[in-house]
C-alpha cells in the first residue's frame, strides 16, 4: 500500500512567552499541512482556546465545530467565527495541550478543510477534542497563524508545520 511521505517546512519552540506563532511563505508543493503542537500552555490563565487563522485574513467568516469528552461528560457545538477557527480548548498553564492539526487540499482553489485533534493530561479530568473547520479562502494557502484567544502562549510551546506529499 502506497503511503504518504511528511517532510519537515518550519518548526519553532517558544524561547519566551508570545502572542502568536506564524509559519509563512509556506510552498504549494504538497497535497495536505499537517502542524503537530505540543506542551502548549497559557502564561497566564485558564479556559484559553487555540485559534488558527490562514493567510492573515482576520475578516471573513470561518466555520468550526467540535466534540470534547473528559471520561466523565461530553459536549459539542458548531460556530461561525470571525477571522479564526478553534483547534484546542481549555488550555492552562499547566495543560500541557497536544494537538494534530491537518488541512486538507491546501493549493486547491476551493474553500479549505481543517481537522483537529487535541488533548491534555489534566490529573483532574483529561480533555480530548476532535474538530474540524472550514477556512473560507479560495487561493491556496500560504500563511497559518495560531494564537490564544487571550495572553500569550508559554515558553517551550512548540509547532511543527510538515507538507505531506501525494499518494
Same mark, same amino acid.
Given at each position: #500500500?502506497?503511503? !504518504? ?5 518550519? !518548526? ?10 506564524? =509559519? ?5 508543493? &504538497?497535497? +495536505? ?17 487555540? &485559534? ?11 466555520? +468550526?465545530?467540535?466534540? !470534547? ?7 459539542? !457545538? ?5 477571522? =479564526? %477557527? ?13 494537538? &494534530?492539526?491537518?488541512? #486538507? +487540499? ?30 473560507? #479562502?479560495? @487561493? ?8 490564544? +484567544?487571550?495572553?500569550? #502562549?508559554?515558553?517551550?510551546?512548540? =509547532? ?5 506529499? @501525494? %499518494?
Amino acid at each position: #500500500m502506497p503511503t !504518504s511521505t511528511w517532510t519537515l517546512i518550519q !518548526s519553532t519552540t517558544l524561547g519566551a512567552a508570545a502572542a502568536s506563532v506564524t =509559519f509563512s511563505s509556506i510552498p504549494a508543493t &504538497y497535497a +495536505d499541512l499537517v502542524v503537530v503542537c505540543s506542551n502548549i500552555n497559557s502564561a497566564s490563565g485558564s479556559g484559553r482556546s487555540l &485559534y488558527l487563522v490562514a493567510n492573515a485574513d482576520t475578516a471573513s467568516t470561518y466555520f +468550526d465545530g467540535f466534540a !470534547s469528552a473528559n471520561g466523565t461528560t461530553s459536549t459539542g !457545538s458548531e460556530s461561525l467565527r470571525t477571522g =479564526f %477557527v478553534v483547534m484546542a480548548q481549555a488550555i492552562s498553564t499547566t495543560s500541557n495541550t497536544a494537538a &494534530y492539526i491537518q488541512v #486538507m +487540499d491546501y493549493t486547491e482553489s476551493k474553500r479549505k478543510q481543517v481537522m483537529t485533534r487535541a488533548g491534555h493530561p489534566t490529573t483532574a479530568a483529561p480533555i480530548v477534542l476532535h474538530g474540524y473547520g472550514n477556512l473560507p #479562502m479560495t @487561493a491556496a494557502i500560504n500563511s497559518l497563524q495560531f494564537k490564544l +484567544d487571550t495572553g500569550n #502562549m508559554a515558553a517551550n510551546s512548540t =509547532f511543527s508545520l510538515y507538507g505531506v506529499s @501525494a %499518494v
